[in-house]
């Protein structure tokens, strides 16, 4: 169970009928209803988190196209000491993280993970395998907008050298029992960073998926 509260589920369903219903009807009367739902989508929204209705507003008419989840991907990445790779998030308070973020398009979201390991550590990657897709709500993070499926991938270092960027402010590894306590838990989990231990020890084990 993710365990999110009924307005965010109602809220973004509420969200997702206007968003696509604006991108395909052609008749005006239907667009003004449309509006108007995406209108009590923003309202709802605003209730359950507090946030001012016109920002919530201006977020969801920035959507296009058929509403669906948004993608991250993170990237498990481990040297040859068996150790696991980590930045610090600027824009969380310096909080450790795997690298990663939202995928960028016209890049697949394997490519997307070694363009951002290399973006925010230096690093240079190879993919090696899936290891889990979770939905970001189910998995205990904190609620938002909008959905989001979460892609790690499990990859090995292949050069570059540790180098901070304008999104990071330092680069560290870690042992499986050295996970920093300070963790930005709206990107990772200590127990999605303990699985992807898993995943690296047994290589045999199946990708992780909800």
Known sequence: M?????????????????????TFTQDPFDRERYVMLRTIAARMMAVGTGAPVAWIESL?????????????VRAAVFDAAGRILMVREVLDGGRWTLPGGWADVNL??????????????????????LAAVWDRDRQGHEHKAFSCAKFFFLCDLAGGKAATSIETSEIGWFGPEEIPADLSLGRVL??????????????GLPADFE
């Not at 200590?190 to 290589?203: A, L, S, T, V």
């Open 2 to 22: 993710s365990g999110k509260p009924e307005w965010l589920t109602w809220g973004r369903e509420i969200q997702a009928i206007a968003q696509t219903g604006l």
């Open 60 to 72: 969801f008419a920035g959507q296009e196209g058929y509403a669906t989840p948004k993608v991250e």
């Open 108 to 129: 697949t979201p394997a490519e997307n993970a070694v363009k951002e390991v290399q973006e925010e550590s230096g690093y240079i990657v190879t993919v090696r395998r």
């Open 190 to 203: 200590p127990g999605q960073i303990r699985r992807m231990f898993d995943h690296y020890r047994e290589p």
